[in-house]
């Protein structure tokens, strides 16, 4: 991946702003990441002591080919004595009389947030915002400090995600139909935040008015050391899109093509730097209620009781991930994805989370179709999953047992589970849904990625429901299975 500079546009505004925050959240091959690199160098190149930090999720994230190092090296060693550290992913940077770095560092979980405390980092990057937690955010942000005469600064990129924290905090900028409204691109808007809700406004004064008696309570505390204006802050928004980035398209005019070939959701996402699209009215689970999983994890919920559980999708060397999830009620509480596998490492996984949890073997449940099949002796008492098996006899009002009208095991287990999440019953806590599913998405992500593929499929003759099969699903996924989808679907089992 060579590191091209845009063209006059995305990169000019975001370089120029003043904004205390500003968040980069256009279409692909915009720019972002390049702009992100090379804005520290306006202050490391001329004020010694300008401490720059650029974090990336996870540091698998960092290394990758074409990421953060990579592209660092190919625009950082244009300047003259900046030395490169690669043990501690860090360059110095010479400024006069003496230097200043920018190092690149992950959080990969919610606990390294407090890595930095003590830190003060005058450039505080974000490449990819929508991965990291809001509270990762906001924890680094009073990191944001400085002493070498530059007011602290922070900035970050990401591709629009309609289900992120960030779609809540740039709604301002965006549009009813989804894209950035233009006349609003780099305005900028102050809020306060006041336990975990935002006061905004046009101006500083503006805000103030609102949050007056809190304001002038942390003034007052400071003895004359803060000014209300040290305590409201400014933030912006730029879109952008691919046509802006001429250069990119002289160099690799086939990207163009492999954005637009993707499937409808991703294009507009990717493509077109769309914040709200969501498509297609055959999905089973309903868009809303699903997304409320991942927002109310309150320990009360009545999601959540005593009654543990594991559901596992099985998956060895290949291309798919072996996934298994550990609940308690209908709340998942922790998941564990591995790339590859063998049989001997599926088998101690689960017996070790059994083990760790106090889950009865009777609760745990693995999907027998294919390679985990072998499990059955490893595993005594617990339920191998057929998802072609015939579905199974529940009971009515009156507590008779009674067929339900489903093609096969695995189409009611969906249904059924599509059904409780409608009604609220299911959640997912915090922690498993930041945690990075793969070096792209969190498992958050990944989880509504994979929503889109489960669709329902018209009734056969005899009127059965069904969803679409696997190898139609695979298509929507980029050859992928829905392995987390799986793998929660099968908790409605029991």
Known sequence: MNVISPQPGYQTIALSSPADILIGGGAAGVGKTFTLLLDPLKHATTTPNFESVIFRRTYAQIKMSGGLWDASNKLYTALRGAESRQTDLEWLIPAPKGRSRVKFAHLQHEKDKFNYQGSEIAFLGFDELTHFTETMFFYLLTRNRSTCGIRPYVRATCNPDPDSWVADLIAWWIGED?????????????????????????????????????????????????????????????????????????????????????????????????????????????????????????????????????????????????????????????????????????????????????????????????????LGGFLPGSVAFHGGGTPLEVKDANGRKIKENFLNLRAQVYYRSAGAVSRGEYAVSEEVGATMYDDRMTVRQRFVYERRAIKRRKPDADGKLSIIPKEEMKPILGGASPDLMDMFAMREYF
């Open 178 to 374: 989804g894209f950035p409204i233009a006349e609003r691109q780099g305005k900028l808007r102050y809020f306060f935040r006041s336990g975990g809700k935002y006061f905004w406004g046009d101006s500083i004064e503006d805000v103030y008015q609102d949050c007056q008696w809190e304001i002038d309570e942390l003034v007052e505390g400071s003895r004359g050391l803060i000014q209300k204006q040290d305590l409201i802050k400014s933030l912006t928004f730029v879109g952008g899109s691919i046509y802006d980035n001429r250069k990119l398209l002289e160099v690799d005019p086939a990207y163009l093509g492999n954005l637009n070939a993707q499937d409808e959701m991703t294009k507009n996402q990717l493509l077109k730097g769309n914040w709200k699209v969501r498509i297609d009215g055959s999905e089973l689970y309903g868009y809303e209620n699903f997304i409320a999983m991942f927002s109310d994890t309150d320990n009360s919920r009545p999601s959540r009781d005593n009654s543990r559980y594991i559901t596992a999708d099985i998956a060895l060397m290949g291309s798919d991930k072996f996934v298994v999830g550990y609940w308690e009620g209908k709340t998942l509480m922790r998941i564990v994805v591995v790339p590859k596998s063998d049989g001997r490492q599926v088998y101690e996984l689960i017996s070790s989370i059994a083990k760790q949890h106090n889950v009865p073997a009777s609760n745990i449940i693995y999907d027998a179709d294919g390679v985990g099949g072998f």
